[in-house]
C-alpha cells in the first residue's frame, strides 16, 4: 500500500523518474513491515508467555540479594494488578507458582526471551521495572 502512496507522490514531484523511485522506496518500506510482523507471528509468541517470563525475571532480582523483602513483593504485586487486573494477576501468580517456581530459572534463556521477541522500547520499559524493583526495598 505504501509503495503505491510513494509512487504517487513521486510522480506529483519527478513525473515518471519520481513514481518509479517512489514505488521502490515504498516497496522496500513495504517489505520491512511485512517482515517485522511475520518474525512476530512465526514465533508463536503469546500473553501468557510473557506475563510468566516477566514473573520468573522479577523473581530472580528479588532473590537476587539474598533476601526476599515483602516491599519487593509488594512492589511486583501492585504492578502486576495495575497491569492486568486484580483477577489476572491472580491467575498469573497462581499459574506461576504451580509452574514455573518449582524450576530453576535461567537468566541467559529469559534474557534471550525478552531479545528476540519483544522490541527494544518494551526492553526498556522492562528494565525500568526491574530497577524499580531493587529500589523498592530501599
Partial sequence: MIKWFASLIGYMFFRFPGALLGFFIGSFIDQFYNTTNSRVQ????????????????????????????????????????????EVRAQSIFQRFNTEIKKNVQSIPDLTAFF????????????????????????
Fill in 115 to 138: 531479545v528476540t521477541h519483544m522490541r527494544y522500547e518494551t526492553r526498556l520499559q522492562i528494565l525500568h521495572f526491574l530497577f524499580a524493583i531493587a529500589q523498592a526495598d530501599g
Fill in 42 to 85: 512465526m514465533t508463536g509468541f503469546s500473553n501468557q508467555l510473557f506475563e510468566m517470563n516477566l514473573l520468573a525475571l522479577a523473581a530472580l532480582v528479588i532473590k537476587a540479594d539474598g533476601s526476599i523483602s515483602p516491599k519487593e513483593l509488594s512492589f511486583v504485586r501492585n504492578y502486576f494488578i495495575s497491569q492486568y487486573g
